[in-house]
């Protein structure tokens, strides 16, 4: 099932940062909000469509899971994307590896590091690229899904702004006491939401793109209807629409390949796994890799009532480059948690992908709800 969510009025997805009227002042929010977000939500309407006692805990497990068991939900997403008419169109945040030309990307190439530059980071990867830095309006520019594969492919491809797709709306409230319902003193806050663009005279509208499987009776969901998601229960009308392909990795993989993660990814040993040959069948190289700052973000558990732990995620966008000795491709259920939802890497005399339809994912955790979404470019 594909659902294609837009906004009623706005959203709020809140970062990671505490917040509290009185002792933090600001709540800034994510677009699009990371896959933990919308599972929940997913799993939440999931237990309306079933008509399930929402007070009876064991009726809740046992058709949506807990907070770590997501009961055989298959999840790719979101993104956001635009809708114009039956078309639906994904975007994905600016390659980390991009230098901005006018309204075009370039791709920067990786090196070996010059004589006479050092780096404490206890690494042999190569850190060094040619070209020019990362611009700063670059890291605003989102890309097509079209234009993303031809980047992928070598070729330069061109952006999107944001406020092409989106804008921020900052909104301030007082907090009040229960009882009394009278305000609190000191206790003014703002509050940061996100508004997708709506376009009614060129019938555009832009929202989030969801894939989802696995979970007994989707089936029973309606074509279109209405839910509630983000902070303070904002609405959201989704309707399904057609299945948008998730391309194929190249078989066998390129020598010289690099992996771009469309959603963020979580690693025990920080940016990269403790051990790539766990990811790889074959001989295969990291030779640099293309980051922004990592992103925190925890949640909380109502089943549970307590907070989930936080984690650190390496941001969408991120870029690896690897290479390949002889023949590579991407093991199979590299990972525990992967298991048969995963689409690994695995290198040999040359490289290939495969696994199951729906997960082509990098992570040390969360590949069955979206995190560590992948596709493969050349470089």
Not at 136 to 142: D, I
Request: charged content about 25%; glycine content about 10%; some cysteine.
């Amino acid at each position: 099932m594909h659902l294609f969510i837009e906004p009623v009025d706005v959203w709020l997805f809140r970062d990671g940062r505490p917040f509290d009227a009185g002792s933090d002042h600001r709540a800034q929010s994510l677009f699009p909000p990371f896959p933990t977000v919308i599972q929940g939500v997913v799993r939440s309407h999931h237990l309306v469509v079933k008509d399930v006692d929402l007070t009876n805990q064991d009726s809740i497990r046992q058709v949506v899971g807990t907070a770590s068991d997501f009961k055989g939900l298959r999840m790719r997403g979101p993104f956001v994307a635009q809708k114009s008419e039956d078309r639906l169109v994904r975007y994905f945040p600016a390659p980390a590896d991009a230098t901005l030309r006018g309204t075009t990307l370039e791709a920067l190439v990786p090196e070996q590091t010059p004589a006479g530059i050092e780096c404490s980071l206890q690494t042999d990867e190569l850190l060094y690229a040619r070209g020019e830095p990362e611009k700063e309006e670059s890291l605003s520019k989102w890309i097509s899904e079209a234009d993303l594969h031809r980047y992928l492919d070598g070729q330069p491809a061109n952006v999107v702004a944001e406020d092409d797709l989106f804008g921020w709306e900052n909104r301030f409230g007082i907090a009040r006491h229960d009882t009394t319902h009278t305000a609190k003193e000191g206790a003014l806050y703002e509050v940061q939401f996100v508004r997708p663009k709506d376009e009614p005279s060129e019938r555009i509208r832009t929202g989030l793109s969801v894939h989802l499987e696995g979970l007994e009776g989707l089936e029973l969901w309606p074509e279109r209807g209405w839910l509630r998601m983000g902070g303070e229960g904002r609405g959201g009308y989704f309707h399904q629409v057609n299945e948008l392909p998730w391309p194929e990795p190249p078989d066998p993989l390129p020598e010289r390949f690099k992996v771009y993660f469309a959603t963020p990814t979580y690693f025990e040993a920080g940016w990269k796994p403790r051990n790539w040959k766990a990811v790889f069948d074959g001989c295969v190289t990291l030779e640099a890799a293309a980051l922004r700052r990592y992103q925190s973000l925890g949640g909380y558990d109502l089943g549970g009532k307590d907070h989930k732990p936080a984690r650190r995620y390496v941001p969408a966008g991120s870029v690896y480059f690897f290479q390949c000795h002889n023949t590579a491709r991407l093991r199979h259920g590299w990972c525990a948690v992967l298991r048969s939802m995963t689409r690994a890497f695995q290198c040999h005399s040359r490289a290939r992908l495969r696994g199951t339809l729906i997960q082509q994912a990098i992570t040390d955790w969360g590949a069955e709800i979206g995190l560590g979404q992948i596709l493969i470019g050349r470089w």
